[in-house]
């Protein structure tokens, strides 16, 4: 089945604890922290304390996107282990094995995350390095962006290259934009993993729990 990793920078921060017993009442699999050093990205959203302070008030797993410049020395700052997911972005460091390699020697899923131009010939000698990709459909930083459509294609394109591979237990997660309409062609292109965000569940068109069944249905 595929999984929900809601966009915890879209969350109200006044109502998390709210916020959080619905997830786990709609078994929610991941929650997406997007965190950012605003020099990789132009922004500045959540940080350590924050993913410190979800850890001991809930049992979700953290999907940790790291947007920030050389992740290898820093992932010391943050706490996650066995069951979550860290992303490195290919365009943030020069030493991408290494630092995939850091985050699965404490336990996490090692996940590489590509921005909308970075073509897939990065993953080329890292495949055994990663348990998935993460797929930008927009520029990282802010949400309420517009999917750039050759996301889409690069998704199929990782699903046919693990499916030659013999690699198909890696996932492929898709983070920005990913509305109920977007999230249709998304997981028909073979995404397994949907950062929802302002587009979907967190839209102030209907309530949270109504969101998430609907999103529920779209990704099947
Ligand atoms: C983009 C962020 C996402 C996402 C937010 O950098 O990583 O969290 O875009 O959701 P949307 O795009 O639906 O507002
Ligand atoms: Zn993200």
């Known amino acids: ?22 997830f786990e009442k709609n ?4 929650l ?5 050093d605003g020099h990789f990205v132009p922004n500045f959203t959540l940080g350590t304390d924050y993913c410190k302070a979800l850890k001991k008030i809930t049992k979700i797993p953290l999907d940790i996107h790291l947007m920030i410049n050389e992740p290898e020395s820093k992932l010391d700052w943050f706490e ?3 069951g979550d997911i860290v992303s490195v972005h290919a365009e943030s460091t020069a030493h991408l094995q290494k630092a995939l390699a850091a985050i699965k020697r404490r336990g996490a899923k090692a996940y590489v995350a ?17 348990d998935g990709v993460l797929v930008m459909a927009v520029n990282p930083g802010f949400a309420g962006q517009k ?17 030659e591979k013999g690699l198909s237990d890696k996932k492929i997660e898709v983070d920005g934009n990913v509305s109920f309409e977007n999230a249709v062609k998304m997981r028909d292109a073979g995404a397994d993993i949907f950062v929802a965000g302002t587009s979907s569940i967190f839209s102030k068109n209907f309530t949270l729990d109504e969101g998430i069944s609907e999103f529920r249905k779209v990704i099947g």
């Not at 997406?32 to 950012?36: A, K, Q, R, T, W």
């Not at 999917?147 to 499916?163: D, Q, R, V």
């Open 1 to 22: 089945m595929n999984k929900i990793s809601p966009s915890m920078m879209c969350a109200d921060i006044l109502t998390l604890v709210d916020t959080l017993k619905t």
């Open 27 to 30: 078994n929610i699999e991941y």
């Open 32 to 36: 997406h922290i997007d965190i950012m």
């Open 80 to 82: 996650f282990g066995e």
């Open 114 to 130: 590509l921005n909308p131009a970075t073509p897939l010939s990065v993953l080329d000698y890292i495949l055994d390095d990663i």
């Open 147 to 163: 999917m750039i459509p050759s996301a889409l294609e690069k998704i199929s394109e990782i699903k046919k290259l693990f499916a």
